[in-house]
């Protein structure tokens, strides 16, 4: 069962297609700068279950996650999942380079919860980020995260048990837990959902963000 608190899209909700809290993160971005992204970019709205992308098509935009909720997946020919991202809006998705292998895309993708998402033609893109400093400072800071964020995560899989890394869990990505159920999640931290159970009551949360039954 996926938590049922998070409310679901209004399609008709008004929305800001550049907010300021993902594009000016490395200083403001001009009138002109935003004019022209605004020309390039291709708003969807994608319901629940609805799949963004499928491995191994030709991708050639990147992706921004304005609302709603996407998992990011491998699987193996034997079916089992592994997730790589949980992603909430509003959000960057990992940069399209990260995301291609020989030109095709690696990852799987799924919607959870009805999701705004913008696409952006990557060679339009590339074309306006090489003109402007502050969104090459952001590509280049969105590249770094998305490696500090795997480094991270294999030195917490080595490092640390698995009631640690739920704590962490809750402390660093509460909105995880309104989203995804606890299948998504343990399919994110690479254990089995009873493993997770075990470990949610191990850590006795005395505050678990809404929606989450320990």
């Known amino acids: ?61 990147e992706m921004v996650l304005l609302q709603g909720a996407v998992r990011l997946y491998v699987s193996d020919p034997r079916g089992r999942q592994w997730n ?49 400093e502050t969104l090459q400072r952001l590509g280049s800071r969105l590249v770094e995260e998305e490696v500090d964020r795997l480094r991270k995560r294999e030195e917490r899989s080595l490092g640390m048990d698995l009631a640690q890394r739920v704590a962490l869990l809750f402390q660093e990505r509460p909105e995880v837990w309104q989203h995804f159920s606890n299948q998504d999640i343990a399919r994110y931290l690479g254990v089995t959902p009873e493993a997770l159970s075990r470990a949610l009551s191990k850590v006795r949360l005395e505050a678990p963000p809404p929606g989450k039954h320990l």
């Open 1 to 61: 069962m996926r938590p049922t608190n998070a409310p679901e899209l209004d399609p008709d909700q008004d929305f800001d297609p550049l907010p300021a809290v993902l594009w000016e993160r490395e200083g403001g971005l001009d009138h002109a700068t935003r004019d022209l992204l605004g020309s390039v970019l291709r708003h969807e709205v994608l319901p629940a279950g609805s799949r963004p992308w499928v491995r191994g098509e030709h991708l050639n935009h």
């Open 84 to 132: 790589t991202h949980l992603l909430v809006g509003p959000c960057f998705f990992p940069p399209l380079h990260l995301r291609l292998r020989e030109g095709r895309t690696s990852l799987e993708s799924e919607v959870i919860r009805s999701c705004r998402i913008q696409r952006f033609g990557a060679t339009e893109f590339c074309r306006i980020r090489d003109a402007n």
